[in-house]
């Protein structure tokens, strides 16, 4: 196994966990506003490091 590979599994782990993290956070029991702006951007982070398992790039717009 060479470190990007591990690199990529690792990422597509961790990206599980902001996921369900963030959907956690969007849920009624935590109602502040902070919590539901950091919901989203743990959501948003789980894609980013989801594309980054999937494919390998780094870069999160395609051009």
Same mark, same amino acid.
């Given at each position: 196994?060479?470190?990007?590979?591990?690199?990529?599994?690792?990422?597509?782990? !961790?990206?599980? $966990?902001?996921? *369900?993290?963030?959907?956690?956070? /969007?849920?009624?029991?935590?109602? %502040?506003?902070?919590? &539901? !702006?950091?919901? $989203?951007?743990? *959501?948003?982070?789980?894609?980013? /490091?989801?594309?980054?398992?999937? %494919?390998?790039?780094? &870069?999160?717009?395609?051009?």
């Amino acid at each position: 196994m060479n470190r990007k590979l591990i690199y990529r599994i690792l990422a597509a782990l !961790l990206g599980l $966990v902001f996921l *369900i993290a963030g959907v956690f956070l /969007l849920t009624p029991i935590f109602d %502040t506003f902070l919590n &539901k !702006l950091n919901g $989203v951007i743990f *959501i948003l982070l789980a894609l980013y /490091l989801a594309r980054y398992s999937l %494919t390998g790039k780094e &870069k999160f717009f395609i051009r």
